[in-house]
């Protein structure tokens, strides 16, 4: 695994963070949940893509197609 994928995480969880707060202290917290939601299906999204690469590296390395 990449250093450089957690230090993406890194950033998108203190944007979100940072962003969660503004909604919530501006009374708007249905935006501050859909922000957070987003950010969490974009993190997601980016272990899943990692997860497919580590089946596809276990199945070459022990020959199973």
Sequence with gaps: MEVDLIFKI?????????????LKRAERDEQ???????????VLMMIVNQIGNLFDTIKSVFGLY
């Design 10 to 22: 890194a950033a998108i969880g203190i944007i979100v963070a940072v962003l969660n707060q503004l």
């Design 32 to 42: 501050a949940m859909m922000t957070t939601l987003a950010g969490l299906i974009v």
